[in-house]
């Protein structure tokens, strides 16, 4: 009998520890797609996004993830197209990873998970007058999710994680401008689609998801960057910043839509 490794994580960040779970939640995020499963729908349209790298605000450690902050006062990055019923202003992006690169993403496609998982946070300015209030509104919310996998430089990441070091610490902030996250996004442009919720507290069941099929490829090094952040304040015990992504959720009664046959 080959002595095979059993590979699984515990992930013991606070957050997730106590695996919140809002109470009674039948949308919960993340799911596992089951491409088999998925529904393709002809009346998808072309997800449509127009970024303007000169929103880009600065870039801040909140002890989860490390995030990009967009000026969000105008439609000036918006997204529109898609699933989507309006355009939606991008309010800020970031990242879940693990600590090596045999997990670390939120969603799986037919149980297999990526080293990394990046989410592009959008809200509606049609039906709420703030991003604040759009995270408790149905559909007020839309994020759009593209896998990473292990492979080439990304040259335009590269950009982002030259910062990082500056955003070690919980509660660090440094100045980023003039970034474009449309380099960010896989030239393929098939996704699938699903009603569910926000995936870090306060969990609310308001997001509209567009996960990208295509995987975007960044290399070794700048995986190991991200996991050089730490979840902890400067002067506290370090804990690396690793496996923060949450568990998934049942699908309970929904069907994921594609965009594509
Ligand atoms: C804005 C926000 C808060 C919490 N969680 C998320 S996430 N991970 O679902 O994109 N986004
Ligand atoms: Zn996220």
Redesign the pocket.
């Known amino acids: 009998r080959e002595n095979c490794l059993v590979t699984c994580h515990v992930n013991v960040h606070p957050l997730w520890q106590s695996e919140l779970s809002v109470s009674g939640g039948t949308r919960q995020?993340p799911i596992n797609i089951q491409w088999r499963d998925s529904v393709y729908d002809p009346h998808l349209k072309p997800l449509k996004i127009h970024y303007d790298p000169t929103t880009c605000l600065y870039i801040w450690n909140n002890g989860y993830s490390f995030q990009v902050e967009f000026d969000d006062s105008a439609d000036k990055s918006v997204i529109m197209g898609g699933p989507l019923e309006n355009h939606y202003r991008l309010?800020?992006f970031?990242f879940?990873w693990g600590a090596i690169n045999e997990w670390g993403s939120?969603h799986m496609v037919d149980s297999k998970v990526y080293p990394a998982e990046l989410?592009l946070?959008h809200w509606n300015p049609v039906t709420s007058t703030s991003f604040e209030e759009a995270?408790m509104e149905n559909n007020g919310?839309v994020?759009i999710g593209v896998f990473l996998k292990l492979g080439a430089h990304h040259a335009g990441l590269q950009k982002l994680v030259d910062a990082l070091p500056a955003v070690k610490h919980k509660d660090t902030i440094v100045e980023f401008d003039v970034f474009d996250p449309s380099c960010l996004m896989p030239s393929c442009p098939d996704y699938w689609t699903y009603d569910g919720?926000?995936?870090?507290?306060?969990l609310t069941e308001s997001?509209t998801w567009i996960i990208k099929k295509t995987p975007i490829e960044v290399d070794q090094n700048q995986l190991e960057e991200f996991r050089m952040l730490l979840f902890t304040s400067a002067g506290e015990e370090e804990k690396r910043m690793v496996d923060n992504f949450r568990p998934l959720q049942p699908l309970m009664n929904r069907t994921v839509r594609s965009s594509f046959r």
């Open positions: 995020s309010k800020q970031h879940h939120e989410h946070v995270i919310l994020v919720s926000l995936t870090t507290p306060p997001v």
